[in-house]
């Protein structure tokens, strides 16, 4: 229990601090890393859930007031959709797209999300 506490602590503390995209990369990364098969330490164990709680909260964030354009949903999350699937598309969007990760985290992943769930129908 007290390991727990502190691993969200650290998240906690991280997860404040200003980031860009290639934080978020490096975050995601970790998600990618442990659902491939590989053993995380505890910086990467902190980096996966930093990533996992930033995409939920955005996901939430999304659903409760969706980002817009002209009046149309910009993109939309497919039900079901695992967070581990969604770290996975959102860190080849941002392998693709280096010469965006100095901007804050919270725009590379607008930009990745339009990309990456386009709405069909609105």
């Known amino acids: 229990m007290e390991k727990l506490l502190i691993i969200?602590?650290?998240?906690?503390s991280v997860s404040v601090q200003a980031k860009d995209g290639n934080d978020l990369l490096a975050d995601c990364q970790a998600v990618t890393d442990a659902k491939?098969?590989?053993?995380?330490?505890?910086?990467?164990m902190i980096r996966s859930a930093s990533c996992i709680s930033y995409l939920s909260g955005f996901?939430?964030?999304?659903?409760?007031?969706?980002?817009?354009h002209k009046g149309k949903r910009m993109f939309c999350i497919p039900e079901g959709l695992s967070l581990s699937d969604t770290a996975d598309r959102?860190?080849?969007?941002?392998?693709?797209?280096?010469?965006?990760?100095?901007?804050?985290?919270?725009?590379?992943?607008?930009?990745?999300?339009?990309?990456?769930?386009?709405?069909?129908?609105?």
Request: net charge positive; hydrophobic share 40%; aromatic share 8%.
């Open 59 to 68: 996901g939430g964030a999304h659903a409760l007031s969706p980002l817009q």
């Open 90 to 122: 959102t860190v080849k969007w941002l392998q693709h797209n280096k010469d965006k990760l100095h901007y804050p985290k919270h725009q590379v992943l607008a930009m990745a999300s339009i990309v990456n769930f386009p709405c069909r129908t609105q």
């Open 8 to 12: 969200f602590i650290l998240v906690f």
């Open 36 to 44: 491939n098969g590989m053993t995380l330490d505890q910086a990467g």
